[in-house]
């Protein structure tokens, strides 16, 4: 079963840092751009930042660049997304996806269940 | 950036209804078009991928449309499950861009 699968999430204080994962499995990770999704409570869907296949290639959101890296283990199947400096703003649930952007059939198709970052003091 | 505009933000419908929501691109995307579906405390769901690919598994009432800058999802019949919200995403160039999103409600 194709399968993604993120941790990490928590309640952190303002001005904190939290790295999330995400798992992939049943499916060849290494031959995937992957993505980072993130939805506040309440509130729709923001794309936040994308590595391609050999992270060579990597992508922000304009409003996030600077505080957020992006990075991946292709020998884990792992992604990740280092947030720093988390304000009450950051609070969502941050989904990864896979999909690269060109390749139309599969680009958003797999979404993992989500993890809950929740900035409060 | 490619900006995403999409409408209405919220409608009202009753079953067997025809519903139509549409996206408007800032600039031309040629067909690089998916549209995602999410239920309360869900995970969102991709119904269609290039404009008018329906994603395997999803009922034919569902249906994508459109090219250059203005795309459609139309649900020919609303159906009891399909009381969502719905999202566009344009994916023809970094950064990709959601729609704000269309609440179906009875």
């Known amino acids: 079963e194709v399968q993604l699968v993120e941790s990490g999430g928590g309640l952190v204080k303002p001005g904190g840092s939290l790295r999330l994962s995400c798992a992939g499995s049943?499916?060849?990770?290494?031959?995937?751009?992957m993505t980072w999704v993130r939805q506040a409570p309440g509130m729709g869907l923001e794309w936040v930042s994308a590595i391609d296949k050999s992270s060579t290639y990597i992508y922000y959101a304009d409003s996030l660049r600077g505080r957020f890296t992006i990075s991946r283990d292709n020998a884990e199947n792992s992604l990740y997304l280092h947030i720093n400096n988390l304000s009450a703003e950051d609070t969502a649930v941050y989904y990864c996806a896979r999909g690269t952007l060109h390749e139309t059939a599969a680009y958003l198709d797999i979404w993992g269940q989500g993890t809950m970052v929740t900035v409060s003091s | 950036d490619i900006q995403v505009t999409q409408s209405p933000s919220a409608l009202s419908a009753s079953v067997g209804d025809r519903v139509t929501i549409t996206c408007r691109a800032s600039?031309?995307?040629?067909?690089?078009v998916a549209w995602f579906q999410q239920k309360p405390g869900k995970v969102p769901k991709r119904l269609i991928y290039g404009a008018f690919n329906l994603q395997s598994g999803v009922p034919s009432r569902f249906s994508g449309s459109g090219s250059g800058t203005e795309f459609t999802l139309t649900i020919s019949s609303l159906q009891p499950e399909d009381f969502a919200t719905y999202y566009c995403?344009?994916?023809?160039?970094?950064?990709?861009?959601f729609g704000q999103g269309t609440k179906v409600e009875i």
């Open positions: 995403l344009q994916h023809n160039s970094y950064p990709p861009a």
């Open positions: 600039q031309g995307i040629s067909n690089s």
């Open positions: 049943g499916f060849t990770f290494s031959d995937y751009t």
